[in-house]
């Protein structure tokens, strides 16, 4: 479900416009913050290696947290007897009814829970440090 492409799919619009919006909120490009950041390396960086780490990074963490969260649907919809597209619809849905059931299932979970929301918050107060600081420069 995950790995096997729908190739009768490619021809929709709104498959594209997904995934482009998925890479915009992933890396961020022309919101003006990578640029901001990258004003402050030397003259002579290799910005060419960091675009490649960076990019190459991105892409391998978005694979490894896709098999993480459709080996947990697939959990989910052999617990519900249900198929994959009728356990969680996309989008916020994911991160926080997929990772949250999931998390309840590990021991301590109100540690993982605490640690998976703290992590969101993290990520957001990160973001928007990176743009006040567009902003202020």
């Known amino acids: 479900f995950y790995i096997v492409p729908d190739f009768k799919h490619l021809g929709d619009a709104k498959l594209w416009r997904d995934a482009a919006n998925q890479i915009f909120y992933s890396l961020g490009p022309a919101w ?23 990019g190459i990074g991105n892409c391998l963490t978005s694979l490894f947290a896709g098999f993480v969260i459709f080996s947990y649907l697939g959990h989910m919809a052999t617990q519900l007897h249900e198929k994959i597209e009728n356990v969680v619809t ?7 009814i997929v990772y949250p059931e999931a998390v309840t299932q590990l021991p301590a979970p109100q540690f993982w829970s605490f640690l998976f929301f703290f ?3 993290l990520l957001g107060l990160d973001s928007q440090f990176t743009m006040v600081e567009t902003v202020l420069t």
């Open 32 to 54: 003006g913050g990578l640029i901001t950041l990258s004003s402050y390396s030397r003259f002579h960086h290799n910005a060419l290696r960091d675009t490649l780490i960076v």
């Open 90 to 96: 996309s989008g916020p849905g994911l991160a926080f």
């Open 119 to 121: 992590m969101l918050i």
